[in-house]
């Protein structure tokens, strides 16, 4: 989003430009807290996993979030209409 584009966003949304130094933060700290859940859930298997068998968990993970994103689009797009 450019500059100028984020500050219409803002004036028309009541609020100023994004703080993305914030949101980087608070994406780490989510980061964090899921790596944090799946230790509990699978202690330090992932660490002795081979690169093949973490790849093959890396696409199954892009193709729930595509998934997810179809789901997401459907449903935006059914507000529309």
């Known amino acids: 989003m450019s500059d100028e584009s984020q500050r219409v966003w803002g004036n028309l949304n009541g609020v100023g430009k994004p703080d ?3 949101q980087l933060v608070e994406f ?3 980061c ?10 699978y202690g330090e298997r992932s660490f002795a996993a081979s690169p093949d068998q973490l790849l093959g968990e890396v696409q199954q993970e892009l193709e729930d ?13 059914d507000l529309s209409t």
């Open 20 to 22: 993305r130094d914030q």
């Open 32 to 41: 964090r807290k899921r790596m944090a859940q799946g230790a509990k859930e």
């Open 65 to 77: 979030v595509a998934n997810w994103a179809f789901i997401l689009w459907c449903r935006v797009r």
């Open 28 to 30: 780490q700290g989510a």
